[in-house]
């Protein structure tokens, strides 16, 4: 089955950089759109990034552009979410996930994936 597994959560101050991954497993990883979304305490989840099947087109929210960079590694199976400038409104459970081609890049709807990961606690404090 298929397996998305994120990783590199953690606790840190404002200004601070993170890293998150996210393994895949069970699925031709080449051929889906990697995103990752957030979800803060009371708050719905939101778009954060995605990246095409290649990795040569992204995709940010405005809210993190020119702060997070998303990257893949189809060798390994693996999505990355680079996060600079943390800021405490980053505060969110992480997610990855996965959708298989039939959309363009730029739709972001959490709907249009169909695999997604058990997330990871990112806490920033100021």
């Known amino acids: 089955q298929v397996q998305l597994i994120e990783s590199g959560g953690g606790l840190v101050q404002a200004g601070d950089s993170l890293r998150l991954s996210c393994a895949a497993s069970?699925?031709?990883?080449?051929?889906?759109?990697m995103g990752w979304f957030r979800q803060a305490p009371g708050k719905e989840r939101e778009f954060v990034s995605l990246?095409?099947?290649?990795?040569?087109?992204?995709y940010y929210a405005d809210s993190v552009k020119g702060r997070f960079t998303i990257s893949r590694d189809n060798t390994k199976n693996t999505v990355y979410l680079q996060m600079n400038s943390l800021k405490p409104d980053d505060t969110a459970a992480y997610y990855c996930?996965?959708?298989?081609?039939?959309?363009?890049?730029?739709?972001?709807?959490?709907?249009?994936?169909?695999?997604w990961g058990q997330g990871t606690q990112v806490t920033v404090s100021s």
């Open positions: 996930a996965a959708r298989s081609r039939g959309y363009g890049l730029t739709y972001a709807s959490d709907s249009s994936f169909g695999f």
């Open positions: 069970g699925l031709t990883f080449s051929w889906y759109t």
């Open positions: 990246i095409s099947q290649s990795g040569a087109s992204t």
